[in-house]
């Protein structure tokens, strides 16, 4: 039987069939990982419990559980009881997680085997994982090029198929950005839609939980796996009216006008090749302008910055991680920082210190909040179908293809504006997908180096079902086309 | 700007050489920043106050049986010391 091109979708037939085991799938997968991983790097760490896991899962049977013996990975800044969990950082190198994220706890009960833990940029922070302690991710497509980031190694698992799904973290672009690097599909959700406790804070108004996978439908499978209120998360929604929200007949889709200088040229022409999709699917396209998502960027390394330098403030050779030794309290404290974090996080802490210091504050971290104000209105007037709104909003996931390992490496400024089309929904909290450009005949857009081009669709909040629907439908043009 | 002072309000020792070239960084992308002064926040007090943001608290009861989690937790810890996190002292 061949595996190749698995899906959740289809592994969960084969396994309720008993055509497999979930024992064999965990064995397929491992074996293809200890192929690659040398060469990607996707993988810090692979479980030696993982097929014993499955295993177990085979005794249990089958059960009405929805993952079951389905194998993920799992970002490096989730964490799993007694696994180390290091955020791709030096100063947690030897941390084992003391409890299991509460996305954890759900994957688990819905029986799902961890493969592993994935790179990813120190504490998620960077677009192209080489900011990680543990080297950088290569691109399984072409190996000169990275990953994307921070989610570079959920990305690079599930796109050299090293698993069926994985957890990212999506903070300014994490989870869409690397997903539409490496070919595959990657959510987004609405600000409060996924508990993050268990979830190592970078920037809290801004961090989510969101799946890595290789069709729509599989990335819907893995979110409603995880979604929900939780009692450990006071920010997860109690409201999650996501369920109930159907969508039919003709939508209204948004493109996004956006500046085309400084773009790829084959991206700018993958977006009218995607609305051309969408008005065969009997949708309508406008063109939408918001004028104050410009400042999405500037407004976003001001407020993470600030929000990083006082979530890192825990990271002090005291409670856990890495502890160097100095004269004083003090000295403890400067020499554990220093050895523990690398460049960029160093340096967002020392920006966010900036931002939130007497006699700043005003200029830039309180001006930067009112802009945040002033985009999310931006939003609320795109999405206001009364007044000619649409129900969801079309833009390219990157500026660019995948660059090269060490292209923007040394120019921090250069690598902020990788988020330029993924910062603006995550101002107004707004639910996001990253996936792969369709074009008629073949069945995935790429540029002339065969590397994938992404199309990012934004949905008003709790629209995941919006983007689920849109996101299935874009996809079977492919399909459709490639057998016609 | 003051690097130095910085480093000691964010606890972190910092080379000469990463001050200096944090130095030059900062001035790129604080000059980025800077097109924020352009956005027109003028109505923004009304805008902020129709958002509905409220605090999500909890009752404080049920709690869990003491040192329940104490012994996972120390784990972690550098230095431990009958049950406690052991750190050097606050005050010389």
Same mark, same amino acid.
């Given at each position: 039987?061949?595996?190749? %091109?698995?899906?959740?979708?289809?592994?969960?037939?084969?396994?309720?069939?008993?055509?497999?085991?979930?024992?064999?799938?965990?064995?397929?997968?491992?074996?293809?990982?200890?192929?690659?991983?040398?060469?990607?790097?996707?993988?810090?760490?692979?479980?030696?419990?993982?097929?014993?896991?499955?295993?177990?899962?085979?005794?249990?049977?089958?059960?009405?559980?929805?993952?079951?013996?389905?194998?993920?990975?799992?970002?490096?800044?989730?964490?799993?009881?007694?696994?180390?969990?290091?955020?791709?950082?030096?100063?947690?190198? %030897?941390?084992?997680?003391?409890?299991?994220?509460?996305?954890?706890?759900?994957?688990?009960?819905?029986?799902?085997?961890?493969?592993?833990?994935?790179?990813?940029?120190?504490?998620?922070?960077?677009?192209?994982?080489?900011?990680?302690?543990?080297?950088?991710?290569?691109?399984?497509?072409?190996?000169?090029?990275?990953?994307?980031?921070?989610?570079?190694?959920?990305?690079?698992?599930?796109?050299?198929?090293?698993?069926?799904?994985?957890?990212?973290?999506?903070?300014?672009?994490?989870?869409?950005?690397?997903?539409?690097?490496?070919?595959?599909?990657?959510?987004?959700?609405?600000?409060?839609?996924?508990?993050?406790?268990?979830?190592?804070?970078?920037?809290?108004?801004?961090?989510?939980?969101?799946?890595?996978?290789?069709?729509?439908?599989?990335?819907?499978?893995?979110?409603?796996?995880?979604?929900?209120?939780?009692?450990?998360?006071?920010?997860?929604?109690?409201?999650?009216?996501?369920?109930?929200?159907?969508?039919?007949?003709?939508?209204?889709?948004?493109?996004?006008?956006?500046?085309?200088?400084?773009?790829?040229?084959?991206?700018?022409?993958?977006?009218?090749?995607?609305?051309?999709?969408?008005?065969?699917?009997?949708?309508?396209?406008?063109?939408?302008?918001?004028?104050?998502?410009?400042?999405?960027?500037?407004?976003?390394?001001?407020?993470?910055?600030?929000?990083?330098?006082? %979530?890192?403030?825990?990271?002090?050779?005291?409670?856990?991680?890495?502890?160097?030794?100095?004269?004083?309290?003090?000295?403890?404290?400067?020499?554990?920082?220093?050895?523990?974090?690398?460049?960029?996080?160093?340096?967002?802490?020392?920006?966010?210190?900036?931002?939130?210091?007497?006699?700043?504050?005003?200029?830039?971290?309180?001006?930067?909040?009112?802009?945040?104000?002033?985009?999310?209105?931006?939003?609320?007037?795109?999405?206001?179908?009364?007044?000619?709104?649409?129900?969801?909003?079309?833009?390219?996931?990157?500026?660019?293809?995948?660059?090269?390992?060490?292209?923007?490496?040394?120019?921090?400024?250069?690598?902020?504006?990788?988020?330029?089309?993924?910062?603006?929904?995550?101002?107004?909290?707004?639910?996001?997908?990253?996936?792969?450009?369709?074009?008629?005949?073949?069945?995935?857009?790429?540029?002339?180096?065969?590397?994938?081009?992404?199309?990012?669709?934004?949905?008003?909040?709790?629209?995941?079902?919006?983007?689920?629907?849109?996101?299935?439908?874009?996809?079977?043009?492919?399909?459709? %086309?490639?057998?016609? | 700007?003051?690097?130095?002072?910085?480093?000691?309000?964010?606890?972190?020792?910092?080379?000469?050489?990463?001050?200096?070239?944090?130095?030059?960084?900062?001035?790129?992308?604080?000059?980025?920043?800077?097109?924020?002064?352009?956005?027109?926040?003028?109505?923004?007090?009304?805008?902020?106050?129709?958002?509905?943001?409220?605090?999500?608290?909890?009752?404080?009861?049920?709690?869990?049986?003491?040192?329940?989690?104490?012994?996972?937790?120390?784990?972690?810890?550098?230095?431990?010391?009958?049950?406690?996190?052991?750190?050097?002292?606050?005050?010389?």
């Amino acid at each position: 039987m061949s595996l190749n %091109n698995l899906t959740i979708k289809k592994a969960q037939k084969l396994l309720a069939d008993k055509e497999i085991s979930a024992k064999e799938l965990a064995a397929y997968f491992l074996k293809i990982i200890e192929e690659k991983n040398k060469s990607v790097n996707a993988y810090l760490e692979v479980f030696g419990d993982a097929l014993g896991e499955a295993e177990k899962l085979d005794k249990e049977g089958i059960g009405g559980r929805m993952l079951l013996g389905i194998p993920l990975a799992v970002k490096d800044n989730i964490l799993i009881k007694g696994k180390t969990c290091s955020a791709g950082s030096k100063i947690l190198q %030897n941390y084992k997680a003391s409890y299991d994220a509460t996305a954890i706890k759900k994957l688990k009960s819905a029986g799902a085997v961890f493969l592993g833990r994935t790179n990813m940029d120190e504490f998620a922070m960077g677009a192209s994982t080489e900011n990680s302690a543990y080297g950088v991710t290569k691109n399984p497509i072409d190996l000169t090029r990275v990953s994307g980031g921070s989610s570079g190694g959920s990305a690079a698992a599930v796109a050299m198929d090293g698993c069926l799904g994985a957890l990212g973290s999506d903070t300014g672009g994490s989870i869409r950005q690397p997903a539409s690097f490496c070919g595959v599909v990657g959510l987004n959700p609405t600000y409060g839609a996924i508990s993050r406790s268990g979830l190592i804070a970078m920037a809290s108004s801004f961090d989510q939980i969101g799946p890595i996978a290789k069709t729509v439908e599989d990335a819907e499978i893995i979110f409603n796996a995880v979604k929900g209120s939780d009692p450990m998360d006071s920010t997860s929604s109690s409201t999650p009216d996501f369920d109930e929200k159907k969508y039919n007949g003709k939508l209204k889709i948004g493109m996004l006008k956006y500046d085309k200088n400084g773009v790829d040229k084959e991206i700018n022409e993958s977006m009218e090749k995607s609305a051309k999709i969408f008005k065969d699917l009997g949708y309508e396209i406008l063109e939408i302008e918001m004028p104050n998502i410009k400042y999405s960027v500037p407004c976003y390394y001001i407020l993470v910055p600030a929000e990083v330098s006082s %979530n890192l403030a825990r990271f002090d050779g005291v409670k856990y991680g890495l502890f160097k030794e100095g004269k004083n309290l003090t000295e403890d404290y400067m020499k554990t920082r220093e050895a523990g974090f690398g460049p960029e996080t160093r340096r967002r802490i020392m920006l966010g210190t900036y931002v939130l210091s007497a006699g700043y504050y005003d200029a830039y971290y309180a001006k930067a909040q009112k802009v945040r104000e002033l985009i999310k209105k931006d939003f609320d007037r795109a999405f206001d179908l009364k007044n000619g709104g649409v129900d969801a909003i079309i833009s390219p996931v990157s500026p660019s293809v995948s660059f090269k390992i060490g292209e923007k490496a040394n120019d921090p400024l250069k690598m902020y504006l990788e988020d330029i089309f993924t910062a603006p929904a995550k101002m107004a909290g707004l639910p996001a997908m990253s996936l792969p450009v369709r074009q008629a005949g073949i069945p995935s857009g790429l540029n002339p180096e065969g590397l994938p081009i992404g199309l990012q669709i934004i949905a008003p909040r709790f629209g995941e079902n919006l983007l689920f629907e849109i996101g299935k439908k874009y996809e079977h043009i492919a399909s459709k %086309n490639q057998m016609a | 700007m003051e690097i130095e002072k910085l480093a000691k309000l964010a606890r972190i020792n910092l080379s000469s050489e990463e001050k200096e070239k944090l130095q030059k960084e900062f001035e790129a992308i604080l000059g980025y920043i800077s097109i924020l002064k352009e956005a027109d926040t003028g109505d923004w007090e009304d805008g902020f106050s129709k958002r509905e943001i409220f605090n999500a608290t909890r009752l404080d009861e049920n709690a869990h049986e003491a040192e329940k989690f104490t012994k996972d937790l120390l784990e972690g810890a550098p230095f431990t010391e009958g049950g406690y996190v052991k750190v050097k002292h606050v005050f010389e």
